[in-house]
């Protein structure tokens, strides 16, 4: 048995609240603020190293999981001196890159004759300079890294030479070597699930994407094509985290979830006969998705698709090879909101060529097509795609900047000079987040219900339409039936009762009903809710003359509170409480 701790760095040294933060090629990026960089999806463990720890788990070893991504670093150097370890693996992005080669430094000084091993999609695009900048490391692991890792694992237990093991890459004296690429996984099926272990509510049904975007490094981390578990393994892995670990919503982060379309009725068909109650949202195209897959879908629990559009400008999608239209995502979209799915466009602005004018028709692409929200998120390149690439061809970037620089990721947009750039970064920054586009009417939420009449969630968004449209007295009748019709998320329901209790002038009945809805879950628009209860019960309550106002909103989010190690939450070391900084 071989004990192992696997661990998420952070992005950088973070300083303890009330403390200086760390200045140069320790510290933040420049410019600030960078709190929002220690938020979101990037606090989420790596999926890759839930895996490689469900594996090692089940072969018998004694596996330690930490997500440290947003810990002082003093309080790091603690926990790692705790940590006995005989092999530690890192798993480092572009967005933790410095963080991982400190960490992988500390690790050396306190445990010298550990093993230290780095993985995840920046290691495996720079695997030797990677080696060339940190002597400390012993390993990369290049790609799919459960294999990989198990056989490491032998070997250290064997006391056998680490060199040679495919798809690694390690420092000799003459300087780094890879043994070259691992084939593979033929069959996903015999992995380990990471459900078996860890409470989770983000799922990968899949690897790899047909497609080949510009921007995109999948076919480095994934090869090309996409490989599938099978039906039965994704249904046994939801039943494991409904019925073992609670979960009620779930999000499938595959990179083009509908790609198989068979596949995914199958799923929608399966996750309906074996009575799985949960609420989902997926990632896809526009280009793989029909009437009858959206209807399987939303009558399943589905209630939020992600589309990758990107662009509405033709040029900029022929330059990031997206092989997409924008009339079949118009048409997607359309049929999409006609079975009440709610549609989320993900957006990129400052792509190569992008102009204030091409930005505009993406722009009114949105508001025409009409999905409920979209992310315009700033172009960024990443090596491993063939937009870093040409840009390293061009001469305008270096590897080296992934070494000597701070930024959290690498944003053309944001170097750019010229009245182009200056234009971008404004709107960027002014634009910047989750913006609600067009939310559901009355009449067509009726329709939803006449759809799918058993179907809790069609209740609740026809309830929220009508309150939307101050019809509380009815808006709250809709959501108790939704919580009839067993809502995979009664908190949910109970919000939107808060507000039309709120609305009808009962207000001791409302924040009743708000405090019912936080102990049914974690969910977002409750927070916020109690957080504006609280700033205005500070005010004086009833006496300050100041309106208490809720957010009825119902759309699919996942909120969930910082626990270890799927976020950064508190750790309990050898009896101390270590918290993270934000």
Known sequence: MLRIALIYPPPWKLARAGEAPYAGAEGPPEGGPFEHCLRGDSEHIPLGLLSLAAQARAAGHDVTVLNLFAFAWRDIEQIIASVQAGLFGLSCFTLNRRGTLMLADLIRRLHPHAHITVGGPHASTLPCELLNHCSEIDTVVIGEGEQTFMELISRIENRATTEGIPGTAWNTVDGPRSAGPRRPIEHLDNLVPPS??????????SRGCPWDCSFCASRVLWGRGCRNHSTDYVLDMLEELVHTHGQCAIAFKDETFTADRQRTLALCRGIRERRLNIAWSCDTRADVLDAELLNAMRSSGCQRLSLGVESADEGILKRLNKKISPASVREATRLARGVGLSVRYYMIAGSPGETMASLQRSLDFVRDAGPCEVIFNPFTLLPGTRDWEQAVHSGRYSVEYFFTDTFFELQPAALDSGSTGDELRDWLRANSGLRHVRHFTVEECREFVRMFPDLASAHLDLAEALLRNNDAATAEQTAFRALELNHPQPGLCRNLLACCALRQGRLQQALELLLAAAECGCHSVVERNIAAAQRWAAL???QSGVPLEFDCG?????????????????????????????
């Not at 078996?196 to 049904?205: A, E, G, K, N, Q």
């Not at 910082?562 to 309990?572: A, C, F, K, N, T």
Request: no cysteine.
């Open 196 to 205: 078996r272990y860890f409470d989770d509510h983000i799922v990968l049904s």
């Open 540 to 542: 004086g309550g009833p």
């Open 554 to 582: 119902t759309n699919f989010e996942i909120s969930r509170p910082r626990r270890q190690p799927i976020g950064p939450g508190e750790l309990e070391i050898k009896g101390r409480i270590y918290a993270p900084v934000f």
